[in-house]
């Protein structure tokens, strides 16, 4: 089926175009079997099935303002009067025959057909590939090519093909370019009778042609104009020729533009400078320069004292019209004038040419040598017409020397005028080399060269070449560096592996290494370890800097030679023989493959038994035998290998065997309550032999309770008493005591059973009375009565501290009441607790007591000769009462 679009026109607006189904929001969607042409806005559908019965409305958008439009509706109903059969496919949608496409943008070919069953869409280019870049859109339907290029221009087809038949169809894709410079004019000034080229080039498909304008005009060819493929030649420039000049490349699809102003210059000649001062010196070449600004280019003519100057050997006139005076001399003096015409007027340059005597330099002393901290002075003095200024330029190896930058080192002395000294202090290497002093006046430049020789330590050897390696040697080789004028006494050779610290001077062959030899052999190195090797070359002055290190290289592999140390061993389980040993360094093990052999044997038998351990790393080795009763003496050694063989054995030691954890547990276990939280155990060792306690632990748990939910205390060595705190009051808790040392925990002693103490009287001390007299007081309180579940009051501790002190004096009774003897001078803090087998109950209110000393009321004094004493009662609240003797 075809149903027809409504057509919009928006000019360079892209509109895109879909179909409602029915009522918004359903849109057509689009597959094999239907197609909504971007072109014409036309929908395809290539076999109508019942569910496209219903009302289409074609939607128009622009996607610069969102704007929408909708068509009216348009019915599709089904016929009822037969049934279509299949039929061949036929292309209703194509692309154009001939599609032209700028470079660079995206060209979309549409290609659908109508047919039954739904026709398939196949693309090919009939010359070559579709590009890479192609994608094919909307069910194959769209061959949409990115980027479009030159390259991809050519004819494309289009092939639709189902069960009855196929048909294509062919376009051609034609790419175009707009012109694009290669080259353009520019602005140009030229005299008038000279000659204009310009020559303007661009490229386009099709290929651009030229034309030219000269003030907004077209330029047409004449005599003097050429204009060929985008050159313009004009002959013999006149003032008439002066424009904007503009080359047009076009093609169809476009033009470029490129200007350019001429200018045809016209002017009488004319000097910058006049007159010029000009000195040389007798025996030089000396040149008399006349450029004049004139337009055309002037004729020059050259007069020395009203006199024309006539070429010969010795005087030239060069082409551009300076004057060359070779071999000067003082008959040469004068003024000379240079002359320039032309049609619109002339000039004339006056120089005054002056010949004096040449200078000389003399640079003292022309070689020095000096070694390196030594200091030395260049004197350079000139000789020179008193007329002239002369200055001075030090150089070092031809670059100027800025005394400023060379940290203090070196020193500029002008004495005099014609006298100039360079003094250099602390002399480096660095500063040897060709000294230069340039004088200068305006009529010459001389320059004399002293050299100065600095003898130094000398420099690094070259990189050092390991030529050959074994597993204790390494022939090394190496090239002289400079000596530094100080011939090369003595070489120390020096390497380096992971395992040393930094480098180190390893022996030779020779020993020494003399300073003409250029190879040795390093010797006594270890077998299998990485070495880096250096060279330092040492002369009469001093040890230069080192060589470039060599490559690393490894020493080939030998039978290790060093024993294992410090073997020895004990501790470990019952029946258990430990043998330690102190493990061999990477940078003696020789080889890969290394390992231990570790040999032993009960005192007295004669067989030794061997085990490998094949750990590089190791350094415990454990054998287990029930047979051998602990503490067993064994003579072991500790012996080495890799893969190249068996090393050295240690020296033979004797080892015993472990003697085990404890096998008995502790015996007489006791426990004593000590207050309601504190219980002491105590307890005896086990039996002497082996397998002795190094310390005990203690397990206590209540009664009720698991063992395994208990706690554990341990004691810090061997002692045999322990004290348990923080335990529940009236509560029964079951002990256990265990030995262990460093083989383990022996058995646990049969529990026992002990209760903490009832728990410390809850209630303070109450109702404090106190009668002070002078420095006693008498201290009195009401009993505290424990409850049922306290332990009985059996006295009471009265603590006595001054105040502002930590030290406390305790006092023990047992009655309600105390007389306390203070001190003179100061407060007191006193409070009463009571005792009880759990323990010390809960503190009274605390009780503050000056001395006669003291500043408060509270206290003694004298009045009329009697004792004025005062009572006081804490109870609830503090009362004190005056007490009058009769």
């Given at each position: 089926i075809h149903l027809l679009q409504y057509l919009l026109v928006f000019a360079n607006v892209k509109i895109i175009y879909s179909w409602v189904f029915n009522e918004l929001p359903s849109f057509v969607a689009e597959d094999s079997r239907r197609f909504i042409s971007q072109e014409t806005g036309h929908l395809y559908i290539s076999k109508v099935q019942p569910s496209d019965v219903g009302s289409y409305v074609c939607q128009v958008k622009n996607t610069v303002t969102n704007a929408r439009v909708l068509s009216p509706p348009t019915p599709l109903t089904l016929k009822t009067d037969g049934v279509m059969g299949e039929y061949e496919p036929k292309i209703e949608a194509h692309f154009p025959q001939t599609v032209l496409a700028a470079k660079g943008i995206t060209v979309r070919l549409e290609c659908f057909a109508l047919g039954n069953p739904v026709p398939t869409i196949t693309w090919r280019k009939m010359s070559g590939n579709i590009p890479k870049k192609a994608r094919l859109r909307k069910s194959q339907a769209v061959l949409e090519i990115p980027n479009i290029q030159l390259e991809d221009s050519g004819s494309y087809e289009c092939k639709a093909e189902n069960t009855r038949g196929g048909t294509a169809f062919r376009g051609h894709l034609q790419v175009y370019t707009l012109p694009q410079w290669i080259s353009m004019i520019n602005d140009t000034q030229l005299d008038s009778g000279e000659q204009l080229r310009w020559e303007c080039r661009a490229t386009g498909k099709p290929r651009p042609t030229y034309r030219w304008l000269r003030n907004g005009e077209p330029l047409n060819s004449q005599?003097?104009?050429?204009?060929?493929?985008?050159?313009?030649?004009?002959?013999?420039?006149?003032?008439?020729?002066?424009?904007?000049?503009?080359?047009?490349?076009?093609?169809?699809?476009?033009?470029?533009?490129?200007?350019?102003?001429?200018?045809?210059?016209?002017?009488?000649?004319?000097?910058?400078?006049?007159?010029?001062?000009?000195?040389?010196?007798?025996?030089?070449?000396?040149?008399?320069?006349?450029?004049?600004r004139a337009s055309p280019k002037p004729r020059i003519s050259w007069r020395k004292s009203d006199r024309r100057v006539q070429p010969s050997r010795r005087i030239m006139l060069l082409r551009n019209n300076t004057l060359r005076i070779i071999n000067s001399s003082r008959s040469d003096e004068g003024s000379y004038v240079c002359r320039a015409e032309n049609q619109f007027g002339s000039a004339e340059l006056t120089t005054m040419l002056l010949v004096k005597e040449p200078m000389r330099v003399e640079l003292n002393p022309v070689r020095v040598e000096v070694t390196v901290g030594e200091s030395v002075v260049l004197s350079c003095k000139v000789t020179h017409d008193p007329s002239l200024d002369v200055s001075f330029l030090w150089l070092l190896n031809n670059q100027p020397l800025n005394t400023q930058q060379e940290g203090g080192h070196f020193e500029y002395i002008q004495t005099q005028s014609s006298t100039a000294d360079l003094m250099i202090r602390s002399i480096l290497l660095k500063h040897a080399g060709k000294y230069g002093c340039r004088a200068q006046t305006s009529a010459d430049s001389v320059l004399a060269e002293a050299e100065l020789l600095v003898r130094g330590p000398p420099g690094p050897p070259g990189v050092v070449i390991v030529e050959e390696i074994t597993d204790t040697t390494a022939t090394l080789s190496w090239s002289h560096g400079v000596d530094n004028h100080s011939p090369i006494t003595t070489y120390n050779v020096q390497a380096r592996s992971p395992v040393s610290l930094g480098w180190q001077t390893v022996k030779t062959d020779p020993e020494p290494v003399t300073g003409n030899m250029e190879s040795a052999m390093a010797v006594e190195l270890n077998p299998w370890v990485e070495y880096e090797f250096r060279v330092v070359a040492m002369n009469g002055i001093g040890t230069g800097d080192p060589s470039t290190p060599s490559?690393?290289?490894?020493?080939?592999?030998?039978?290790?030679?060093?024993?294992p140390a410090n073997v020895r061993g004990g501790n470990g389980r019952r029946h258990e023989l430990v043998i330690s040993w102190e493990p061999i360094s990477e940078e003696f093990q020789n080889g890969e493959g290394f390992g231990y052999i570790v040999a032993f044997r009960a005192n007295g038998t004669r067989g030794w038994k061997e085990k490998m351990v094949t750990s590089a790393d190791s350094t415990t080795y454990k054998y287990r035998d029930e047979t051998f009763p602990p503490l067993t003496p064994f003579e072991v050694r500790v012996g080495v290998y890799n893969n190249k063989g068996d090393g050295p054995f240690s020296e033979v030691v004797t080892v015993f065997s472990a003697e085990g954890e404890p096998r008995e547990p502790p015996s007489e276990v006791q426990a004593f309550a000590i207050s309601s939280s504190e219980i002491k155990v105590i307890w005896k060792p086990p039996n002497p032999g082996p397998g002795r306690p190094q310390a005990y632990e203690v397990s206590f748990w209540k009664d009720m309770e698991q063992e395994e939910t208990g706690k554990k205390k341990r004691t810090t060595g061997n002692e045999t008493t322990l004290l348990l705190t923080g335990l529940e009051g009236n509560t029964q808790y079951l002990i256990s005591v265990k030995g262990f040392n460093s083989a383990g925990q022996g058995p646990a002693s049969s529990p026992i059973k002990i209760s903490t103490k009832k728990n410390a009287p809850s209630l303070p001390p109450g109702n404090l009375m106190w009668i002070q007299e002078g420095n006693n007081v008498s201290l009195s309180w009401d009993p505290v009565k424990a409850r049922d579940n306290e332990s009985e009051v059996i006295g009471y501790k009265v603590i006595l501290r001054q105040e502002g002190r930590g030290h406390s004096q305790v006092m023990r009774t047992p009655n309600s009441a105390v007389v306390l003897t203070l001190p003179e001078g100061g407060t007191y803090i006193i409070e009463v607790r009571a005792v009880s087998e759990g323990g010390e109950g809960a503190a009274s209110a605390q009780v503050r007591v000056l001395t006669s000393s003291g500043k408060r009321w509270l206290g003694s004094h004298s009045l009329g000769g009697f004792s004025d004493l005062r009572m006081c009662a804490y109870g609830n609240r503090l009362d004190c009462f005056h007490i009058i003797p009769l």
């Open positions: 005599s003097r104009v050429e204009m060929v493929n985008g050159e313009l030649i004009i002959h013999r420039l006149q003032q008439t020729d002066s424009g904007m000049y503009q080359c047009i490349a076009e093609n169809k699809y476009g033009a470029i533009y490129s200007s350019a102003e001429l200018k045809i210059l016209a002017s009488a000649p004319m000097f910058s400078t006049n007159p010029v001062r000009l000195i040389a010196t007798v025996g030089k070449d000396v040149s008399l320069e006349c450029r004049p490559r690393a290289v490894r020493t080939k592999e030998a039978v290790p030679s060093v024993a």
